[in-house]
């Protein structure tokens, strides 16, 4: 990353001497000169005004490698809720350049999935704002209450709405087009996520018998979503059994404990999902940096229980861990971690 050579190449396109380009900055034409030779950089508030004289993007005159500038796009949406819409538009053009030009074809569509995945989740947060607040002057009004539906997902009546069948039917295909050998069971886990949400509990115990002959599948997925699809099925006291086997036969297993706090949440059994979820999270001490799905799980059952405190409380561990275990300090997660806690307390 050469930004003085980069300088002096813009310079000559700009058709500007190191004088001319100085008197625009209101610096010294000696204070260029070192900035072209190495000897020093350019004062971080120089930046926009160069980037303004030369045409380019701040980025540009870093004259950043191509990975650089995908790290570069994928810290920036962690740190920016949302993105100015000219720093989105130069991201979406660098990256469908590297969709037809670059080497990075699956890295770059994948950025660009992203990209607008963050776009929409921020306009769907304002889209939210609105709507409840129009909901609360108006409750009688239709339009606002689909707008809401729609912005957080919750539950529609609607089948016709609800179900899922297009992207069952996608991951049917992404199964039968899988070139990979030995094959990924991936596909195949959201495939029966989608069927047991809509109850197709057939078509999901026969792909859970060709996932459990995968090479790559992990056994404590078999009795996970065998109890699933009998709770599906209503059969309760089935679902139940299959459960507490799998737990009684590997009890220490931190992916299996988290997936039967998961399904006691499910039920409504929350002091037990609340013990799995603690169980599941404790396994996972000594691999560090934790994930904290598990904390948040707690959290969101204690605020559904009416314990403010309590819930406030499991936030200000998630915190802990992202600060202290992961590093963060100015991303997203850690902002909107704040908020949750102020926003419990007011409750409290």
């Known amino acids: 990353m050469d930004i003085g050579n980069k300088i002096r190449k813009l310079r000559f396109r700009a058709s500007l001497t190191q004088e001319q380009l100085a008197d625009r900055l209101g610096i010294s034409a000696q204070a260029v000169s070192k900035w072209e030779n190495a000897v020093a950089m350019p004062d971080i508030s120089l930046l926009p005004e160069l980037s303004e004289i030369f045409g380019v993007s701040i980025d540009e005159l870093f004259d950043l490698t191509t990975d650089q500038k995908f790290r570069r796009i994928e810290n920036r949406m ?18 469908k350049e590297q969709l037809t030009q670059g080497k990075e074809h699956q890295r770059a569509a994948g950025l660009l999935a992203h990209l607008y995945h963050h776009r929409m989740e921020a306009y769907a947060k304002k889209a939210s704002r ?15 209450q689909w ?23 996608f991951y049917k295909e992404v199964i039968e087009k899988d070139p990979g050998e030995p094959k990924t069971p991936l596909p195949y886990y959201y495939l029966i996520d989608n069927l047991i949400s809509d109850h197709r509990t057939e078509e999901a115990a026969d792909y859970l018998e060709r996932v459990r002959r995968l090479p790559a599948c992990r056994p404590f997925k078999i009795p996970v979503y065998s109890a699933a699809i009998a709770l599906a099925e209503y059969d309760e006291a089935k679902a139940d059994a299959i459960m507490e086997k ?46 904290t799905d598990a904390l948040e799980g707690i959290a969101q059952i204690y605020e559904i229980m009416g314990e403010y405190q309590k819930a406030a409380d499991t936030q200000k561990r998630i915190l802990d861990a992202l600060k202290n275990e992961w590093g963060f300090s100015e991303e997203t997660v850690v902002r909107e971690t704040e908020a949750e806690i102020n926003r419990l307390m007011q409750k409290v």
């Open 147 to 169: 707008l809401l539906q729609k912005a957080e997902g919750s539950a529609a009546w609607d089948w016709n709405i609800a179900n899922h069948s297009r992207i069952i039917d």
């Open 78 to 95: 962690d740190i920016q809720e949302e993105l100015e819409p000219d720093v989105f538009q130069e991201y979406e053009g660098f990256l």
């Open 246 to 291: 799998a737990l009684a036969d590997d009890p220490h297993e931190a992916d299996l404990l988290f997936e039967a706090a998961q399904y006691y949440a499910r039920k409504c059994e929350y002091k037990k999902a609340i013990g799995y979820y603690e169980a599941s999270y404790a396994q996972e001490t000594d691999r560090k940096p934790r994930y």
């Open 130 to 144: 609105y709507a409840r607040e129009n909901i609360l002057n108006g409750p009688e009004r239709k339009e606002c």
